[in-house]
């Protein structure tokens, strides 16, 4: 899931560990990992522009479904 530390993100964050094993279920953001993730699987710190990055981290983790709810604000 991309955009995971917003209050309904971390919700969904842990809700997905939950339902697909929590080494499945990773979680992306700009920020550094929100406390509240620490127990729901893997986190990444990394901007989602960054569509090269982005394609690896697919590949690297296996992802075969992406939850993009990240916002770009100013």
Not at 11 to 24: D, E, H, R
Not at 33 to 56: A, F, I, Q
Request: include cysteine; glycine fraction near 6%; aromatic fraction near 6%.
């Amino acid at each position: 899931m991309i955009g995971a530390s917003g209050q309904i993100k971390i919700k969904l964050a842990l809700f997905l560990g939950k339902i697909y094993c929590k080494a499945n279920a990773v979680a992306y953001d700009l920020r550094e990992e929100n406390e509240l993730l620490k127990c729901s699987g893997p986190y990444v710190s990394m901007d989602l522009r960054n569509k090269e990055m982005l394609h690896v981290q697919v590949i690297l983790q296996n992802i075969t479904q992406l939850y993009q709810i990240a916002a770009i604000t100013k």
